[in-house]
């Protein structure tokens, strides 16, 4: 089902090492290794078309694995362009969102219930805190212990290393004086927890995962059997854990993945660039090929990027230099600015003397920094000069205090014993804390299962009103009526199964039909999983509606002194929520998004022209005309604490991946003052800088757009 004219032109369209990659064999282990702007996610596009229109294969014989699943939307789309396969009838997507979904229909082969809740990053730190205090009341009371924050990380990092937790605090989390049985039995609480209450954090997705593949081998020869080709992109910031689903999935050798060593910028997350380097020892068979040219950057900014390269400790085998497809314009710029208003005012006016030479819009900008904060006087000087900007860093979109009010109603309606989001809910009330919280769930339970109602319906039974502090009783029964209509608006909206093409392998509708709301106040959902009528295929938005109105919209007002800009984000909410027609899949979605730390938040789609801001790891796999990089100054970029760590190489990795989003400018600046607790120091230029020899770029000159 070739939808282009004329089929593809797969010798026209690649160079002949990409060529090969897309050609090789489906069952061949095969590894692309190559510099920023080469091509590898093209590749890798490419070769999915090659499996469907060469070798036959359908869509569902394939997984994609990307960094993003933004990234993998823009793949498949791109697919679709080339074959005419929809990107819903593949497995595209992250790590977390393939896992997801391998738990939803397989996971009750390992006991969990295919409705679970996915925690976030900050819900998994309160359950965490809560285990904590219940089972040693005095630790956060000890200064020398970690925060929850910080045990969290701990007990992450060991799961993605597959390390146990003494020897990841051993490997990374030396300073941490608790001994290390006690965060054991704290971590092993944590589990018990989201076990019994259903809930997987985002290192479930995987661990979960993996266990689900290596316990339940049928399970595994399925998946083996069934993908003729697993894809990987951005395989060199792979952690441990990952590598090994990869390795069970693809351990017939039927598996493509592409990587950079030079841009591996994830080993705080557990990446291992060992992954990368050690592929022919895990697949004696592999072919790896290499691609040395570069399609996205003009020569200067390759020279610039090659000088990076060539400071790198790199393994020989793989030693890499980027040579120019593309013919020459400017060299790379340096500017110095005086402090960090005078970069971002540098910068501003740059951006708005760029776009009036008519070449460049706003959106063919990105500004990089290594860090957020480094971001705010530039945010500043651009509303000065009234340049529209997109900030992809920071808080998240969905993790804002006002969009997580909103979703935890809607999950509280979903499914009324979910504690996180019912705590949520009743922050508002006075006089109600987390016991109290707890009494009223605990009473909702039993009244339900006495009385053989659904639990929504009993919100605002006597009995459970009683357990309500009388201060706050007026309004719980406001919140109660609310939250119960929601209610009534989940009855006539589809519930939620991952729509698929899928065809059912029994025929029966297995795969992606799994039920996500099992509790029985959500009974007669279960009768579909697509809009069953018209009308219906607007609820997600209609519920979003719904927990933004009524009581919600009081507490807003008297919580947030900047409501009003809250609301307008409820608005792009509620946008968002359109473009799900069901709940399952909206819910589900929004965790996902959370877990990207590289991900781009939900962009407003007013199709505004907007200026790019971005930390370095957020543009991973991203390309724009004009780059600024700002903060190339000792201690912001090598960080402070990589340079007291005396480790700088993945910072320069960092470096390097920030030059080479550039396809036509590349515009670096640093400050030279900064100001630390109220007194100026001067700062020397980024060492990344010092060691580029200066012929290689402009410096501070006028630079004539
Ligand atoms: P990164 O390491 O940053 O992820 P990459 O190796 O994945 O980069 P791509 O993003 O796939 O590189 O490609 C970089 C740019 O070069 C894209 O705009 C792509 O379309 C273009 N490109 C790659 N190969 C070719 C080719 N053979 N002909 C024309 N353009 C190409
Ligand atoms: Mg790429």
């Known amino acids: 089902m070739i939808v282009r004219a004329g089929g593809i032109d797969f010798v026209g369209e690649l160079n002949s090492d990409q060529y090969s990659v897309v050609s090789a064999p489906a069952n061949r282990p095969t590894l692309v290794l190559a ?5 590898k996610t093209r590749t890798l596009t490419y070769r999915v078309a090659w499996l469907i229109s060469e070798l036959g294969f359908s869509p569902r014989d394939i997984l994609l694995l990307t960094f993003t699943n933004k990234a993998a939307r823009q793949m498949l789309e791109r697919i679709q362009a080339l074959t005419g396969f929809l990107p819903s009838e593949f497995w595209g997507g992250t790590f977390h969102s393939i896992g997801n979904r391998f738990l939803r229909i397989e996971g009750k082969n390992i006991g969990i219930e295919p409705n679970f809740e996915i925690l976030d990053a ?7 805190k809560n285990v904590v205090n219940s089972e040693y009341p005095k630790f956060f009371s000890d200064k020398n212990n970690p925060r929850a924050g910080l045990l969290y990380d701990v007990i992450s990092y060991a799961r993605n290393t597959m390390l146990s937790i003494p020897s990841a605090m051993a490997c990374r989390f030396s300073w941490i004086e608790t001994p290390s049985a006690q965060i054991v039995d704290i971590a092993n609480a944590y589990e018990f927890e989201k076990r019994k209450r259903n809930y997987c954090d985002f290192d479930d997705l995987l661990t979960l995962w993996f266990k689900l593949l290596k316990d339940c081998p049928d399970v595994l020869q399925k998946y083996n059997a069934r993908f003729a080709n697993i894809l990987v992109d951005e395989y060199q910031d792979t952690n441990k854990i990952q590598s090994e689903i990869i390795d069970l999935l693809a351990h017939r050798g039927q598996i493509t993945a592409v990587g950079d060593d030079a841009q591996c910028i ?6 291992e660039i060992d992954n990368i380097l050690e592929f022919r020892e895990r697949h004696p068979s592999a072919s790896i090929y290499k691609i040395e040219r570069n399609y996205r950057s003009t020569p200067q900014i390759l020279k610039f990027a090659n000088a990076i390269l060539s400071q790198m400790d790199c393994d020989v085998d793989y030693k890499k230099s980027l040579v120019a497809a593309r013919a020459g314009m400017n060299k790379p710029v340096v500017i110095r600015a005086m402090d960090g208003i005078s970069q971002g005012r540098r910068v501003a006016e740059c951006i708005s003397a760029i776009v009036d030479s008519g070449q460049y819009r706003y959106e063919d900008i990105a500004v990089l920094y290594r860090s957020h904060f480094q971001a705010m006087d530039l945010q500043l000087q651009l509303q000065y000069g009234k340049i529209p900007f997109a900030i992809t860093s920071g808080l998240k979109f969905f993790e804002q205090a006002h969009v997580k009010d909103v979703i935890a109603q809607i999950r509280f309606a979903v499914n009324p014993y979910d504690k996180i989001s019912f705590l949520r809910i009743v922050k508002f009330l006075p006089k109600v804390g987390e016991k109290t919280a707890d009494k009223i769930l605990a009473k909702l339970e039993e009244l339900a299962e006495k009385r053989g109602k659904p639990p929504l319906s009993l919100l605002c039974d006597k009995e459970l009103l009683s357990k309500v502090p009388a201060a706050a009783r007026d309004t719980f029964k406001i919140v109660a ?16 199964a991952y729509k698929s093409s899928e065809p059912s392998e029994s025929g029966a509708g297995d795969a992606f039909q799994y039920d996500l ?6 009974e007669n959902l279960h009768s579909g999983t697509e809009s069953k009528e018209s009308g219906l295929a607007n609820g997600p938005k209609e ?3 719904a927990a933004c109105t009524g009581w919600y919209k009081g507490a807003m007002k008297s919580s947030y002194e900047d409501w009003e800009e809250r609301v307008e984000d409820l608005d792009s909410l509620f946008e968002y929520a359109g473009r799900f027609d069901n709940i399952g899949e909206f819910l589900d979605n929004i965790a996902l998004e959370m877990s990207e730390t590289g991900s781009k938040p939900f962009e407003p789609g007013d199709g505004i022209s907007r200026v ?3 930390t370095v790891h957020q543009a991973k796999g991203l390309e724009f005309p004009v780059v600024f990089v700002i903060g190339a100054a000792e201690g912001l970029f090598p960080s402070k604490r990589s340079i007291d760590d005396g480790d700088v190489e993945e910072e320069r990795r960092l470096f390097y991946v920030a030059s080479t989003r550039a396809m036509n400018h590349l515009i670096i600046s640093y400050p030279r003052v900064a100001v630390n607790n109220g007194v100026y120091e001067m700062r020397e230029p980024s060492r990344f800088l010092q060691d580029i020899d200066p012929s290689l770029y402009d410096s501070d000159i006028d630079l004539g757009y």
């Not at 900050?122 to 965490?128: K, N, R, V, W």
């Not at 009526?481 to 939620?496: C, F, H, N, R």
């Not at 709301?517 to 959500?522: G, H, I, M, V």
């Open 35 to 39: 510099g920023a702007g080469s091509g």
């Open 122 to 128: 900050e819900d998994s730190e309160g359950l965490l």
């Open 266 to 271: 994830y080993s705080w997350r557990g990446a």
């Open 543 to 545: 519920l979003v509606r």
């Open 517 to 522: 709301f099992s509790n029985d106040a959500l």
């Open 612 to 614: 790019r801001l971005m």
């Open 481 to 496: 009526a609310d939250i119960m209509s929601l209610g009534e608006i989940l009855k006539t909206v589809p519930s939620g």
